[in-house]
């Protein structure tokens, strides 16, 4: 079966394509979807059969936390564990948009999600599908990049189609996010941090954010 190419407006979402999709995630579905860099493979975070579907489609498991989207700051909050202040500095600075903050992981959060690391990896992304997408599904969604494992990113929905349209249901497609650089991600220990993968975000404009303090070599 090849997956069903689903075009949505990105800037005035129909909300009819938005409830279909959000009704293959809550059947455990893994859909592709837009984001304000590149695709990637939404799935629900809590469905633990649709986690492993994950690790099928992108070809390998991953030995890093799943991206987990929200698009609200208190959404967030509720997937951490004692929040650090650092949290919501980079929050009220960067998102949504192309930050992905990783903490320590609340007891909701299923141990797979986290790759047995217990920290989780969050993301506000600035795009309102995805925006709109949480809210009809209800709750967060995973957001790791939509491509097979080694392969390039990809920044339309005709790459992902190429690379998974085999091994996923449904793409969502609303152009060319024309994104060249992934999310910046930045792990958060207490007051300390470290940049765990600079991308659109870079590390002056972290440590800016922060006031320059907590930075672990």
């Not at 455990?28 to 860099?37: E, L, R, W, Y």
């Not at 217990?118 to 809210?135: D, Q």
């Amino acid at each position: 079966m090849i997956a069903e190419l689903l075009r949505i407006n990105s800037e005035k979402p129909e909300q009819d394509l938005l409830r279909y999709a959000a009704e293959k995630l809550t059947r455990g579905c893994v859909v592709a979807i837009p984001t304000d860099t590149l695709y990637g493979l939404a799935a629900d975070p809590f469905n633990l059969s649709a986690v492993d579907e994950i690790y099928r489609v992108k070809g390998r498991p991953e030995a890093r936390a799943l991206p987990i989207l929200v698009n609200s700051v208190d959404m967030a909050s509720v997937m951490a564990l004692d929040v650090p202040r650092n949290f919501h500095r980079l929050a009220e600075t960067f998102w949504p948009g192309p930050l992905t903050i990783v903490v320590d992981a609340s007891h909701q959060v299923p141990l797979k999600v986290t790759a047995n690391t217990k920290r989780v990896a969050l993301r506000w992304p600035k795009n309102e599908v995805v925006a709109r997408l949480i809210k009809e599904f209800g709750g967060p969604i995973t957001g790791t990049s939509a491509n097979l494992s080694g392969y390039p990113s990809c920044s339309t929905a005709e790459e992902v189609m190429e690379q998974l349209g085999k091994r996923v249901p449904l793409v969502i497609d609303t152009g060319d996010t024309k994104a060249s650089l992934p999310s910046t991600i930045v792990e958060l220990h207490g007051r300390e941090w470290k940049i765990g993968r600079e991308g659109a975000i870079t590390e002056a404009e972290i440590d800016d954010a922060l006031g320059g303090e907590g930075a672990l070599a």
